[in-house]
């Protein structure tokens, strides 16, 4: 296994001051792990991986990190959520399509999910997923208010059959 080196960006003391200021557990355990190395020198990232409870591809990850991108290198990374470069729409024109969609139903022009994904799809050009539709529903607050209007496994015959040979009263079970 490879011994691994840090790139010089900071001092042993410049380290410990960001790995002491850090708040977001995550990033205070990637500082903890560039730290142990730079205390360390020549040690491998199987002995540190194990020392902090990590795996050892984490461990080398974070170092090929702060190799790459200095004392910032914390600042680039995203987990999850929604980024505005990979959007359709803003989140401030999502939120003035929704107002105009709105106008529009309490007008009675616009009924179901599938006019609000035209309207979506007119707006941004090109079709749009269900599940970008429904997303934009919920980050902006919108809920299904209307009950389906049957499910989708009921049986009539078996819905009659029970109208007519269920009893009249219910009584209690002693």
Do not use: C
Request: aromatic share 8%; net charge positive.
């Amino acid at each position: 296994m490879a011994i691994l080196q840090l790139a010089s960006h900071l001092s042993q003391g410049e380290l410990k001051k960001l790995l002491d200021k850090e708040t977001e557990v995550r990033f205070y355990k990637y500082w903890q792990i560039i730290n142990a190395v730079a205390n360390n020198a020549g040690i491998r990232a199987d002995t540190i991986a194990s020392v902090l409870g990590t795996s050892t591809s984490i461990v080398r990850r974070t170092v090929q990190l702060y190799n790459k991108g200095g004392a910032d290198f914390t600042r680039h990374l995203q987990w999850g959520g929604r980024r505005e470069d990979r959007s359709h729409l803003s989140l401030a024109e999502e939120k003035a399509l929704l107002a105009s969609i709105e106008v529009k139903s309490i007008k009675g022009e616009i009924l179901t999910a599938k006019d609000i994904r035209k309207e979506v799809e007119k707006k941004v050009k090109r079709a749009v997923s269900e599940d970008y539709l429904w997303d934009l529903f919920r980050r902006h607050g919108w809920k299904k208010k209307a009950p389906r209007p049957k499910h989708p496994r009921q049986d009539p015959k078996a819905q009659e059959e029970f109208k007519k040979n269920s009893p009249k009263q219910w009584q209690p079970v002693s």
